[in-house]
T-cell receptor, first 110, second 115 residues
Framework: EDQVTQSPEALRLQEGESSSLNCSYTVSGLRGLFWYRQDPGKGPEFLFTLYSAGEEKEKERLKATLTKKESFLHITAPKPEDSATYLCAVMDTGRRALTFGSGTRLQVQP | GAVVSQHPSRVICKSGTSVKIECRSLDFQATTMFWYRQFPKQSLMLMATSNEGSKATYEQGVEKDKFLINHASLTLSTLTVTSAHPEDSSFYIC???????????FGPGTRLTVL
């Protein structure tokens, strides 16, 4: 059974204070690992897909990395508008559905 | 782009009534769509996988006779909550996968409240 564990559960940063979110996963075979951002009361917004260990993707202040057991979402010099819940999900090679972690609630204070 | 819409965004109904939620991919075709449920401060739980032109595949513990799914075209899937009860109150979110791709693009969600 696929499992995804995200840490920390919640993170409070000051504006400009860089940090990383962790996503540990267990799958029989990884088809892809996905990062999403979710604002309260809205559907998740797609951020990145990572397919193989060593791969990195960047978008503005966000950078996602992948190893064989975990993924990190690095946030550089965050701004208050980066406040949201960040969700990690995996898709294994046996199916097309996603298994989500419980998310990290990020709050960036001005 | 990859835009997915849901309608309605919010619905309040009486116990025992049925509610239909629509999910549309606006600018791409989606043979496969997914329905999720999210309770407050929890993550998304997959309910079922919807395939155009065939029966949906339900996750373990999800009653297929209660949550009816129809995927009649490459851009539209519907979820009908039959005989809704207060415990069905939740945030229902659909997603659509572009044909040939792996990424799922999510709709804005539907807040269902059953009184």
């Amino acid at each position: 059974e696929d499992q995804v564990t995200q840490s920390p559960e919640a993170l409070r940063l000051q504006e400009g204070e860089s940090s990383s979110l962790n996503c540990s996963y267990t799958v029989s075979g990884l088809r892809g690992l996905f990062w999403y951002r979710q604002d309260p009361g809205k559907g998740p917004e797609f951020l990145f897909t990572l397919y193989s260990a060593g791969e990195e993707k960047e978008k503005e202040r966000l950078k996602a990395t992948l190893t064989k057991k975990e993924s990190f979402l690095h946030i550089t010099a965050p701004k208050p508008e980066d406040s949201a819940t960040y969700l990690c999900a995996v898709m294994d090679t046996g199916r097309r559905a996603l298994t989500f972690g419980s998310g990290t609630r990020l709050q960036v204070q001005p | 782009g990859a835009v997915v819409s849901q309608h309605p965004s919010r619905v309040i109904c009486k116990s025992g009534t049925s509610v239909k939620i629509e999910c549309r991919s606006l600018d791409f075709q989606a043979t496969t769509m997914f329905w999720y449920r999210q309770f407050p401060k929890q993550s998304l739980m997959l309910m079922a996988t919807s395939n155009e032109g065939s029966k949906a595949t339900y996750e373990q513990g999800v009653e297929k006779d209660k949550f009816l799914i129809n995927h009649a075209s490459l851009t539209l899937s519907t979820l009908t909550v039959t005989s809704a009860h207060p415990e069905d109150s939740s945030f229902y979110i659909c997603s659509a996968r572009k044909d040939g791709g792996n990424e799922q693009f999510f709709g804005p969600g539907t807040r269902l409240t059953v009184l």
